[in-house]
């Protein structure tokens, strides 16, 4: 059993940081995780992705340079570190993990977390 529990959501001035923070219980040492966002009335958005091993991670055209993700397998942790938002960034963001050999996640992983809410003022 995979469960994501995503923490560490609030409200930000635009140009501030963020991390959040992804627990993930059960198996997932050989997972891809990384990260989706969704904002009020648009698309689902890949965010970021890293591999099993840590070593390599994608991200999405518009954060790339801004956001950082990153693992800890001995605590199962999965962090997204956030610099240099913008109000566009305000989304739900949500935790995801696929048991896929590369670093990147496939449009619908098999595990999403519950979501955590960042809004970005201007």
């Known amino acids: 059993q995979v469960r994501l529990v995503e923490s560490e959501g609030g409200l930000v001035q635009a140009g501030g940081s963020l991390r959040l923070s992804c627990f993930a219980s059960g198996s997932t040492g050989l997972y891809a995780m990384g990260w989706f966002r969704q904002a009020p009335g648009k698309e689902r958005e890949f965010v970021a992705s890293?591999?099993?091993?840590?070593?390599?991670?994608n991200y999405g055209d518009s954060v790339q340079g801004r956001f950082t993700t990153s693992r800890d397998t001995v605590f199962n942790r999965v962090y997204l570190s956030m610099n240099d938002l913008r109000p566009e960034d305000t989304a739900v963001y949500f935790c995801?993990?696929?048991?896929?050999?590369?670093?990147?996640?496939?449009?619908?992983?098999?595990?999403w977390g519950q979501g955590t809410q960042v809004t970005v003022s201007s």
């Open positions: 890293i591999s099993w091993n840590g070593q390599f991670a």
């Open positions: 995801a993990a696929d048991p896929t050999t590369g670093p990147q996640l496939p449009p619908s992983p098999r595990y």
